[in-house]
């Protein structure tokens, strides 16, 4: 009997433990954040049964026009998650792959170093040759995939707030 209330103490700890590790991943991000990841989860959520599976994974790519996607890369992605992923673990995910990135006032104050005059916009081509040339010296690869995603205003100058924003909330910032 002794055991028996041993095992059930420790099936309740480890119960609790989950629940605190997952309550945790929420408190890692901001309401409207969290409300952007569910919508996104339910978009891949294809079959709506809560769990995210290689069938939502070839759908949801389906969807976006790639339909030949190697199984090994969908298998890849499901095991990040290291069993189901539900929602809470789709946050976990990510997550971890924020975790890491800088407060969004420390990059600000980083890239103002480059901009004197306070415009909020930073040289492209020079932002590019430092990247290219200083300290962790970037690939062209890197610079170019940067540059993809990096908000210009019209002089063609990146607009270092935006692009901040995308660092740290993962898309531009809707006005």
Do not use: W
């Amino acid at each position: 009997m002794a055991s028996r209330k041993a095992g059930t103490r420790g099936k309740a700890a480890a119960t609790k433990q989950a629940q605190r590790g997952s309550s945790n991943v929420f408190s890692m991000f901001e309401q409207a954040q969290i409300q952007e990841f569910k919508e996104a989860f339910s978009c891949i959520d294809q079959n709506r049964d809560g769990i995210i599976c290689k069938s939502d994974l070839r759908e949801t790519y389906s969807q976006l026009g790639k339909v030949s996607v190697p199984e090994e890369e969908l298998d890849a992605m499901l095991q990040e998650g290291k069993g189901p992923i539900n929602f809470t673990v789709f946050l976990s995910l990510f997550g971890e792959k924020l975790n890491g990135t800088d407060p969004e006032e420390a990059i600000l104050s980083a890239f103002r170093m480059f901009d004197p005059s306070g415009k909020g916009v930073v040289n492209k081509d020079e932002f590019k040759q430092l990247l290219l040339t200083q300290a962790d010296k970037f690939s062209q690869a890197e610079v170019e995939q940067m540059f993809a995603l990096t908000p210009l205003d019209v002089a063609g100058d990146i607009d270092y707030k935006s692009l901040c924003y995308i660092i740290t909330h993962g898309d531009e910032k809707e006005e």
